[in-house]
């Protein structure tokens, strides 16, 4: 039984490792992909291509735009002189936010009164909208805040007495905020997810197109020690990529790993036992390699939507929230990120990890059921 299991896996990595190709993506493909994740996938919004159109020109007006500047939130990159033009480079893309002064403005304020300060927003990405009109009234506030204080110090030979409540904020787990810390543990699982889904759903209808079934059918292997065989060299290949993404997430990109090491170990191999399962099941349904990587695209796909590496599940609606728990990729976000950014153990992780130690057992053992040893 062991020579055989050994012969297998011998068999298994030579085909793998002996075409230049498969070696490229195994080896390389991972670090360029997490390369231009890391970079690509950030929603930080900040150097906002900003127009202003300016009517009141004033000591205040200037001071204003100043600050909106030098936030490092906006950058003015155009100051027009008609408000038709702020329109034309909304229209064109060349703008994101214009800021328009309207006559008055210091004029208003020193009077007392309120002053408007129109903020006007390309709003064809809601997300991106929002933060931009988030920022603007933050900084307005501020401006305006300070004029109040000048104003009544000037007046009353004081400043106006201090508010009732003064919101202090503080983030854990990612103090900077930076997106790059959420999405780049949630790559890592998403390559995993689609190169152990590939291979293993091209592993047995490669032998039936290559017509190296028949060979294996006249041999004393039993089914289990062929899906053995199979599965482990692309385990191999997935703790591979995990090595690869997870260097790269440490040492470039500086993401902090506050988690045991081990227990990332651990849980990937659950994971694995997930995809492995769920590819092993594709490459018994389908009839060609063209079929099943076409299969395990339509399966990793919507894995990656329902799964929250982009999205909240706790947003979308009920029913989809339920098809969620079908879904692999689910608790292994929760388990990168957590052991990441949060140093979370086994003690708060373990329902993601029986979770998935149930998934992976059941696909496993259905897609070990249907394989038959032979060609048909």
Not at 42 to 63: C, E, F, G, P
Not at 156 to 168: D, H
Not at 267 to 277: D, E, N
Request: proline share 3%; charged share 20%.
């Amino acid at each position: 039984m062991f020579d055989r299991l050994k012969t297998m896996l011998i068999k298994e990595a030579i085909q793998i490792l002996r075409d230049p190709k498969m070696r490229f993506i195994i080896l390389v493909i991972p670090a360029i992909q997490i390369t231009l994740f890391g970079y690509a996938v950030n929603t930080d919004v900040k150097h906002i291509a900003t127009a202003v159109y300016d009517l009141d020109n004033s000591a205040l007006s200037r001071d204003l735009v100043a600050r909106l500047e030098r936030s490092g939130y906006f950058d003015i990159v155009q100051r027009v002189q008609r408000g038709d033009e702020l329109r034309d480079l909304l229209d064109r893309g060349k703008i994101r936010a214009a800021v328009q002064i309207n006559r008055g403005f210091e004029e208003d304020i020193r009077a007392g009164r309120t002053a408007t300060l129109p903020i006007i927003v390309d709003g064809t990405d809601p997300s991106t909208a929002r933060i931009v009109v988030s920022y603007s009234v933050a900084i307005a506030e501020r401006f305006s805040d300070q004029i109040l204080a000048d104003y009544s110090l000037r007046k009353g030979g004081r400043t106006m007495g201090a508010k009732g409540i003064e919101l202090e904020s503080r983030a854990w787990f990612n103090a900077n905020l930076e997106s790059r810390n959420y999405y780049v543990p949630g790559v890592i699982a998403s390559m995993v997810l689609i190169t152990t889904m590939m291979l293993s759903s091209m592993a047995v209808v490669r032998e039936k197109e290559i017509g190296t079934m028949e060979q294996i059918i006249v041999t004393p292997i039993q089914r289990w020690e062929f899906i053995v065989g199979k599965l482990v060299p692309f385990a191999i290949v997935g703790y591979i990529n995990v090595t690869i993404v997870t260097c790269i997430a440490l040492f470039w990109f500086k993401i902090p790993l506050r988690g045991s090491i081990l227990l990332l170990i651990g849980s990937t191999a659950l994971f694995l036992m997930s995809t492995l399962g769920f590819g092993l099941l594709i490459s018994t349904i389908s009839r060609t390699q063209q079929q099943a990587m076409m299969s395990s695209f339509m399966f990793t796909f919507p894995a990656m939507l329902l799964s929250g590496f982009a999205f909240p599940i706790e947003n979308m609606p009920m029913s989809i929230q339920y098809a969620t728990y079908l879904n692999p990729l689910r608790y292994y976000l929760v388990i990168v990120r957590g052991i990441f950014l949060k140093g979370i153990g086994l003690g708060i992780l373990w329902p993601q990890l029986a979770a998935l130690a149930l998934l992976g057992s059941v696909v496993l053992l259905f897609a070990v059921g249907r394989f038959k040893k032979s060609v048909g």
